[in-house]
């Protein structure tokens, strides 16, 4: 059995509800990384009806950084944390959101990350995370999966920093092109799930939904890994 591992930038919420629920159940998640989660006015409510709607539960506390993880039934959260991430002056504050699963017989710490417009703060960022990470999986003997927008080509150096530290799950096995944004006609691929060396991944790709929900539900699409971890 395969454990399935999502991100999605929900673009704060600003297009099509209907169309993000949608889009989000047919990713078929097990765990799904999120961006732009609701930050402000009712956000836990805000963050919950989503999830609710599409079958998951929010599984991350905190509203840092707009980042959350979200779970189906298949996955039992063990433990969940957040982290912000260092600040750097006049940028937005960035945050990693943590949860420990298991899932089809397998222990994954999954992390959702959003890195920043800015250079240095991406690779400052996208090093602090996987810190973090490796320490979240050391204390609970996890495989690590870190999932988000990387703001960034696959050639840039937070993007080879991850891939370096972790498998590029859509660089190992590809499932259709690739590209994520943007939605409406996307020619770049800068969100990404990348994953333990441990973890046999089988595919990873985009979401099998209606290009109008695809298109109306945010300005990103989303990315879906299929892993084996364990025997």
């Known amino acids: 059995m395969t454990v399935r591992v999502g991100t999605y930038n929900l673009h704060g919420l600003r297009d099509s509800v209907p169309a993000l629920t949608r889009v989000i159940a047919a990713a078929r998640a097990d765990v799904l990384c999120v961006q732009e989660a609701p930050r402000f006015g009712r956000w836990r409510a805000r963050r919950a009806a989503l999830a609710a709607a599409a079958g998951l539960t929010v599984a991350t506390p905190g509203r840092a950084g707009g980042v959350a993880v979200l779970v189906g039934r298949r996955a039992r959260v063990l433990h969940a ?6 600040g750097f002056l006049g940028l937005e504050r960035r945050a990693l959101a943590v949860a420990v699963v298991q899932a089809e017989g397998a222990r994954l710490a999954v992390g959702s990350l959003h890195l920043d417009l800015h250079e240095a703060a991406r690779m400052h960022h996208a090093a602090e995370a996987v810190a973090l990470m490796e320490d979240v999986a050391a204390r609970h003997g996890a495989a690590i999966v870190l999932a988000g927008d990387v703001n960034e080509h696959p050639h840039r150096p937070a993007w080879r920093y991850l891939a370096g530290r972790l498998a590029d799950c859509y660089a190992v096995a ?5 590209l994520t944004f943007p939605a409406a006609q ?43 971890v364990g025997h």
């Not at 590809?174 to 690739?178: L, R, T, Y």
């Open 186 to 228: 996307p020619s770049a691929r800068i969100d990404g799930v990348f994953a333990a060396r441990e973890a046999r991944v089988v595919s990873c790709g985009g979401v099998d939904a209606a290009i109008a929900d695809l298109t109306g539900a945010s300005d990103h699409l989303p990315v879906v890994a299929e892993l084996r």
């Open 81 to 86: 944390e957040s982290h912000a991430l260092r």
């Open 174 to 178: 590809p499932k259709g092109d690739g």
